[in-house]
């Protein structure tokens, strides 16, 4: 049976190092300050707005709630990115997606300064990821490595299969995961024979919100399996993976809840807190 990647132990533990840096930040004067701006009533997102403030309280991080009506119109929102990017007491900006149709997110996420840029989904900061000169990861990515790593799971040659090819997962981890010198393959909806490809993978990830997508007979022995997918079944939480199946042949499995989603959070905190440094020591 595969060793669990836990994913919310990571986190909590990674939590205390980023309190003592957030200390030695206020012992300076420094209080690391974001805002995260919420447009509509989309349910999932609120509990997400929540979770961050919860652990941004626990770290002794300050952050803001915007939450905008779901009528809101793309120059008030522009509007209001525009003031928190000028205001210097701020040092991180996100949008909290999805956004309501009438909005263009991807115009709210290029208007943020690519260095308040706590999300890493501005296009400047986007292209820094693929250039191998970033300051700021998108937290999912940066999660799943830092989880590897925390476990001495080297990627170095290894061949690693993401399915899902969003900007927000899929792509970014293909970035820092190259940079690592793995061999990625990224898979999609339009993918076909999807199980030639994951039977011949060391790592398979899955973020594609597709429950139970990835089952035992797609893996191959031995495999490192991260479930990165958030889907409700019959009232409960799972993720892209058959756990109870491919967990008796990977040697680490992620488990949903508890692995990824944790690790999502504490990288916002970490990004926050990378932002707050840097523009303070370049002052
Ligand atoms: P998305 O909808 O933007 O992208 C989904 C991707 O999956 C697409 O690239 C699509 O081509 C691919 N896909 C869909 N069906 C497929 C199939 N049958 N076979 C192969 N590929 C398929 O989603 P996203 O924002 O990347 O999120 C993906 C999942 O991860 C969702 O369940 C989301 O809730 C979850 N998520 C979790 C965390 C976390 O912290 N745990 C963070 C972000 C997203």
């Known amino acids: 049976m595969g060793k669990i990647l836990d994913g919310k132990a990571v986190a909590n533990l990674l939590a205390q190092n980023l309190k003592e840096k957030v200390k030695k930040l206020k012992s300076e004067g420094i209080v690391p300050h974001f805002c ?21 309280e626990k ?11 779901a009528d809101t119109s793309q120059e008030e929102a ?11 007491k701020i040092n ?3 949008v909290q997606l999805p956004a309501p149709d009438q ?4 115009e709210l996420l290029a208007r943020i300064n690519p ?10 900061n986007t292209g820094r990821l693929w250039m191998d000169n970033h300051f700021v990861e998108p937290a999912t990515a940066e999660g799943i490595i830092e989880l590897l790593k925390h476990y001495h799971i080297s990627l170095a040659g290894k061949n690693v299969v993401i399915i899902g090819r969003s900007n927000i997962v ?6 820092l995961m190259l940079e690592q010198d793995a061999t990625v393959t990224i898979a999609h909806s339009k993918t076909q024979n999807l199980e030639d490809l994951t039977k011949h993978a060391d790592i398979v990830v899955s973020a594609t919100g597709q429950a139970f997508l990835v089952t035992a007979d797609m893996i191959k022995d031995g495999a490192i399996v991260v479930d990165v997918g958030i889907n409700h079944v019959n009232g409960k939480l799972v993720g892209d993976v058959d756990f109870e199946n491919v967990k008796e042949k990977a040697s680490y499995i992620t488990p949903v809840p508890g692995g990824v989603g944790p690790l999502t959070v504490q990288f916002l905190m970490e990004a926050v807190v990378k932002l707050t440094r840097r523009q303070n020591d370049r002052r």
């Open 36 to 56: 995260v701006i919420n447009i509509g009533d989309d349910p999932a997102s609120k509990i997400y707005v929540r979770m961050k403030k919860r652990r941004a």
């Open 59 to 69: 770290i002794g991080i300050v952050q803001d709630v915007y939450q905008l009506s």
């Open 78 to 88: 522009l509007k209001l990115i525009d003031k928190l990017n000028s205001d210097p």
């Open 92 to 94: 991180g900006v996100m």
């Open 103 to 106: 909005i263009d997110a991807d």
């Open 115 to 124: 260095d308040k840029d706590v999300d890493g989904l501005t296009p400047a």
């Open 170 to 175: 899929g792509k970014p981890l293909a970035a």
